[in-house]
């Protein structure tokens, strides 16, 4: 358990009157323990004493306890020393798990302009996505993102882990991106898709491009990267798979409208599948 030590014992203002708890120590241990204590009184009646609660008293202990709360965390947050030591002390004597720790000071990442420097937190990131070869970059805004994964993706491609990195952004800055990557790296050979590139006439140009191209990076918008379908093989094993499920519910399930649900959808998938074994794919890139 925790205790609460100082040296002074005069706090009675932070206590209740009359009761065991009359000190904001006695208290705040109680808080520091995540105890919540009543306060009791002793009542007669006829013959017979008993204890009951002291719904007052108790309620002034309710509200001492909300006001040393306040205080503590006021305390706490105006000071991160504080806030380290707590930390600290608590890792040390209850935490079993250590995050992992990622160290890119060593990196040196080929290409970047001489005039841009990574900060700790983004070669740090950058050592991550090397190590796991994925990460959520929940940074702050004006963190640098943009470097970090940019740094990531050219040091994965210098490390042969990828061939070609390929970036989706919003559609509306897709544009903006690619100029950002030759502001950063202003020496690697980027490919910036537009609207154009996915019309059905350009379409064998466009993957004969990205296929046979030498390209650092690829670049290409939200609405465009929704329009590259899995590959077909991939879409009826889905479907194949849901009509199985289906075919299971329908065969043992009593419910009649459970029934009737799983054959309008059986019905529906049964179309999907046809219309997919008709598709004549052209030469068009699909996820895989």
Do not use: C, W
Not at 244 to 265: D, W
């Amino acid at each position: 358990s925790f205790a609460y030590r100082y040296p002074s014992a005069k706090d009675s203002s932070l206590g209740v009157s009359g009761s065991r708890y009359d000190t904001g120590r006695k208290i705040f241990e109680n808080l520091l323990n995540s105890n919540q204590p009543t306060i009791t009184m002793t009542v007669t009646e006829g013959e017979k004493k008993k204890t009951i609660t002291d719904l007052e008293k108790t309620s002034v202990l309710r509200a001492k306890e909300q006001h040393l709360q306040e205080l503590f965390q006021d305390f706490v947050s105006r000071y991160p020393e504080v806030q380290q030591v707590i930390e600290e002390s608590y890792n040390r004597l209850y935490n079993r798990t250590v995050s992992r720790e990622y160290d890119g000071s060593h990196l040196v990442i080929d290409g970047l302009a001489q005039n841009i420097s990574l900060r700790p937190h983004q070669e740090n990131a950058i050592q991550r996505i090397v190590e796991e070869k994925r990460a959520l970059l929940a940074h702050e805004v004006g963190s640098g993102k943009t470097l970090t994964m940019l740094g990531a993706g050219f040091k994965l491609k210098e490390l042969g882990m990828v061939h070609k990195p390929l970036y989706v952004v919003p559609s509306s800055l897709s544009a903006q991106f690619g100029q950002e990557i030759m502001k950063f790296f202003p020496t690697k050979k980027v490919f910036v898709t537009t609207k154009k590139d996915f019309v059905k006439a350009r379409r064998k140009q466009f993957v004969s491009r990205i296929i046979t191209g030498d390209y650092d990076a690829i670049v290409i918008g939200d609405s465009q990267f929704e329009k590259i379908p899995v590959s077909k093989e991939r879409q009826m094993n889905y479907i194949e798979d849901k009509l199985n499920e289906l075919r299971e519910i329908k065969t043992h399930s009593e419910n009649k409208y459970t029934v009737k649900e799983a054959e309008q959808s059986i019905s529906g998938l049964e179309k999907q599948l046809e219309e997919l074994q008709r598709f004549n794919r052209d030469s068009f890139i699909d996820f895989e």
